[in-house]
């Protein structure tokens, strides 16, 4: 019995390793589904859109669609637009995210609590209540209808403060006061030893705010009244969607997304590492 009963102990953890390796699974296709269907939608021919019940595997793959995509919208540049904003605000939150939560973390002044309270309380404002002042303000310092509009407004994030700051804390003390008995200047120090321990969670936010700015329409659609030239793609690809006509050109349109979503799937790829390495380190912190 006591040999039946080891054996049977020894059995219980790979059966919930395989429960679990099953949910994994199971929920890595769900998630995946929507995308491999977009991109074998784009390689279909418009017959075989049509088809009922659908076409899982296109039998004839085709480019076309992707061929029809830049004579429809203006691709390039709605890539390029859409390269800027994402870039260009990703650098600023990194930049004012460093700065903003290194000073939480490290530095006591008169009403820091307070200020960093604040700070989370307008994480939980939802953007649509801020999208009249802030076009307004755009509107005032005179960069309605430019790409400038869009990004000036985002250079600083809330959230990327509050994130930067949780990591900040964990550096130690030791380190920062060294380098300053060492005459390193706070900039040295955040460039030099700060951004080097936190470099997950970096790397994370970045990937955060590209994907979101990447994906953003409301916003740019608000800011740029019509002006065709700066449109970012996915605002170009509404064009795509009053192109289509029932399903005979459903595949230009699944083109054009798997366009759009390839840099930040790009991106994903190359930052994996370092966002996973940022939500373990979260978890031993917390």
Known sequence: MNAAARSLARKRPSGRKALLATAMLLVA?????????MVLSSLKTPAETMQVPPVWIPHTPTLEAYGKVAGVISLGR????????ASITTAGILVTSM??????AKYSF???SLLFSLLIATMFLPPIVTLIPLYRMV???????????????NLANAFGIFLMRQFIAGVPDDLIDAARMDGASELLILYKIVAPSVAPAIAALALFAFVYHWNSYLWPLTVLQGNADAYPIVISLSRLLSYNR????TGLVMAGATLAVLPPLLLFVFLQRFFVDSI???AIKG
Do not use: D, Q, T
């Open 139 to 153: 509107g005032s310092i005179g960069l309605s209808a430019s790409l400038a509009g869009i990004i000036v407004p």
């Open 78 to 85: 709605s890539m390029w637009n859409s390269f800027v904003i």
């Open 280 to 282: 373990v380190g979260s």
């Open 110 to 112: 008169p009403g820091r």
């Open 246 to 249: 029932g399903a005979l050109n």
């Open 29 to 37: 296709v769900a998630s995946a589904f929507p995308l491999a269907w």
């Open 99 to 104: 700065m903003a939560g290194y000073a939480f």
